[in-house]
C-alpha cells in the first residue's frame, strides 16, 4: 500500500510539471494564440456551433469528445478520423471502434464552413476537433482549458491504426494500459481520461458479454452489481438489439461530474475496460477513489490529461495541410 501511495504521489507531482507543447525535432509546436491575428473568431465560432448541436442534442457533446480521442489514437491529433474513402483513402470511419460508433461528423462540418468563411485556408480540421471535444466538456459541465493550437491535417488515414490503437471495451488491463503508454499517457491519464464515459452512451454489443458469458462459461460478469445487470439485460437480450443504446453514467448521463467513478465503486461500472479500473489494478482502484471523492481534483487531471493527448504527434509547420473539407484532403477537392 505504502508503494503504491509513493507511486501515485510521484505521478502526481509528474502532473504539476509544465507542459510542453514543443516538436523538437521539427521545430513545430502548439499555443492557444495560434489563430489570434489569422482568425481571431476561431474559438468563438467553434463554440457557437457546438452549443447549439448539444442544445439538440445532450449527446452530442460525448460524441464530439469521443471524436478528439478516436483522432489522436491513429497517426496522432492530425484529423485522420475525418476523412471519407478515396481513390488512394480507405476511411478510418469503417474500423471496429468506429462503425456505426463514431458520429458527430456533420457538426464538424458546419464549423468548417463557418469558418471558412470567416477566414479561409486558416484553421485545420484537427484543431477543430481539439477545441470542440474542450467546448463539448465545458457544456456538459465539466472543467474548461485552454487548447493548444497549431495541429495540421493528414493527407492520408489508417484503418489499421484505428483497429489496434483505440482501447476496446473488451481489452485485458494490460492490453488498454499498454495502448496508452504507446501514445506516451500514462495510468493517471488513463484513469482520468476513462472519466469521459460519465456523459454518453454506448451500445450492448459493447458489453453483452458482461451480461452472459464474461469467461467463456456461460456465465455473468461476476463482478458487476447483480441487481444492475438484471436490468441491463431487459434491454440487451443474448442476441438482437445490438445497436441499443444505454448510458454509460446512469445517474447523470448527461453531466459532466464525478458520478462515473462512483459507480464504478458500487459495482455498475457499464463496460469492461470501466470495471477493470477497480478489479485489475491497486492503483488505478486508488485514483477511481479519490476521484469519486473529490471532483475538483479529477476536473483539474482531465484537463490536464486532455491537453497532454491532444499533443499527440500533432502535424506542424510545412507538415499535413489545412484541408479546405474536413472529408476530403484539398487535391480531391480540387478535382471534384
Given at each position: 500500500?505504502?508503494?503504491?501511495?509513493?507511486f501515485?504521489?510521484?505521478?502526481?507531482?509528474?502532473?504539476?510539471?509544465?507542459?510542453?507543447?514543443?516538436?523538437?525535432?521539427?521545430?513545430g509546436?502548439?499555443y492557444?494564440?495560434?489563430?489570434?491575428?489569422?482568425?481571431p473568431?476561431?474559438?468563438?465560432?467553434?463554440?457557437?456551433?457546438?452549443?447549439?448541436?448539444?442544445?439538440?442534442?445532450?449527446?452530442?457533446?460525448?460524441?464530439?469528445?469521443?471524436?478528439?480521442?478516436?483522432?489522436?489514437?491513429?497517426?496522432?491529433?492530425?484529423?485522420?478520423?475525418?476523412?471519407d474513402?478515396?481513390n488512394?483513402?480507405?476511411?478510418?470511419?469503417?474500423?471496429?471502434?468506429?462503425?456505426?460508433?463514431?458520429?458527430?461528423f456533420?457538426?464538424?462540418?458546419?464549423i468548417?464552413?463557418?469558418l471558412?468563411?470567416?477566414?479561409?485556408n486558416r484553421?485545420?480540421?484537427?484543431?477543430?476537433?481539439?477545441?470542440?471535444?474542450?467546448?463539448s466538456?465545458?457544456?456538459?459541465?465539466?472543467?474548461?482549458w485552454?487548447?493548444p493550437?497549431?495541429?495540421?491535417?493528414?493527407?492520408?488515414?489508417?484503418?489499421?491504426g484505428?483497429?489496434?490503437?483505440?482501447?476496446?471495451?473488451?481489452?485485458?488491463?494490460?492490453?488498454?494500459?499498454?495502448?496508452?503508454?504507446?501514445?506516451?499517457?500514462?495510468?493517471?491519464?488513463?484513469?482520468?481520461?476513462?472519466?469521459s464515459?460519465?456523459?454518453?452512451?454506448?451500445?450492448?454489443?459493447?458489453?453483452?458479454?458482461?451480461?452472459y458469458?464474461?469467461s467463456?462459461?456461460?456465465l455473468?460478469?461476476?463482478?458487476?452489481?447483480q441487481?444492475?445487470?438484471?436490468?441491463?439485460?431487459?434491454r440487451?437480450?443474448?442476441?438482437?438489439?445490438?445497436?441499443?443504446?444505454?448510458?454509460l453514467?446512469?445517474?447523470s448521463?448527461?453531466?459532466?461530474?464525478?458520478?462515473?467513478f462512483?459507480?464504478l465503486?458500487?459495482?455498475?461500472?457499464?463496460?469492461?475496460?470501466?470495471?477493470?479500473?477497480?478489479?485489475?489494478?491497486?492503483?488505478t482502484?486508488?485514483l477511481?477513489?479519490?476521484?469519486?471523492?473529490?471532483?475538483?481534483?479529477?476536473?483539474?487531471?482531465?484537463?490536464?490529461?486532455?491537453?497532454?493527448m491532444?499533443?499527440?504527434?500533432?502535424?506542424?509547420?510545412?507538415?499535413?495541410?489545412?484541408?479546405?473539407?474536413?472529408?476530403k484532403?484539398?487535391?480531391?477537392?480540387q478535382?471534384?
Open positions: 500500500m505504502a508503494q503504491s501511495l509513493s501515485l504521489l510521484a505521478l502526481s507531482l509528474l502532473a504539476l510539471v509544465p507542459l510542453c507543447f514543443c516538436d523538437k525535432t521539427l521545430g509546436y502548439l492557444p494564440q495560434f489563430y489570434d491575428h489569422s482568425c473568431r476561431a474559438t468563438e465560432i467553434v463554440k457557437s456551433v457546438v452549443a447549439k448541436a448539444v442544445a439538440r442534442e445532450a449527446r452530442m457533446a460525448a460524441s464530439l469528445l469521443r471524436l478528439h480521442f478516436h483522432d489522436c489514437f491513429v497517426q496522432g491529433c492530425d484529423a485522420s478520423i475525418l476523412l474513402s478515396s488512394n483513402i480507405i476511411t478510418e470511419k469503417r474500423s471496429v471502434p468506429n462503425q456505426n460508433s463514431a458520429r458527430g456533420e457538426v464538424i462540418d458546419e468548417k464552413s463557418a471558412e468563411k470567416e477566414c479561409p484553421v485545420s480540421c484537427a484543431d477543430i476537433l481539439a477545441l470542440a471535444a474542450r467546448d466538456t465545458v457544456l456538459s459541465g465539466g472543467p474548461n485552454e487548447v493550437l497549431g495541429r495540421r491535417d493528414s493527407k492520408g488515414a489508417s484503418l489499421s484505428s483497429n489496434n490503437n483505440i482501447p476496446a471495451p473488451n481489452n485485458t488491463f494490460q492490453t488498454v494500459l499498454t495502448k496508452f503508454k504507446r501514445q506516451k499517457l500514462n495510468i493517471v491519464d488513463l484513469v482520468a481520461l476513462s472519466g464515459h460519465t456523459i454518453g452512451n454506448a451500445r450492448c454489443t459493447s458489453f453483452r458479454q458482461r451480461l458469458n464474461q467463456g462459461n456461460g455473468a460478469d461476476f463482478t458487476l452489481d441487481s444492475y445487470a438484471a436490468q441491463l439485460r431487459t440487451c437480450p443474448r442476441s438482437g438489439g445490438d445497436q441499443t443504446l444505454f448510458f453514467d446512469f445517474v448521463p448527461t453531466k459532466f461530474d464525478n458520478s462515473y462512483k459507480n465503486l458500487a459495482s455498475k461500472g457499464l463496460l469492461n475496460s470501466d470495471e477493470i479500473l477497480i478489479t485489475k489494478s491497486q492503483v482502484k486508488q477511481v477513489q479519490q476521484y469519486a471523492e473529490n471532483s475538483e481534483l479529477f476536473f483539474e487531471q482531465f484537463a490536464k490529461s486532455m491537453v497532454k491532444g499533443n499527440i504527434s500533432p502535424l506542424t509547420g510545412s507538415r499535413g495541410e489545412i484541408r479546405k473539407r474536413c472529408r484532403i484539398n487535391s480531391i477537392n478535382n471534384a
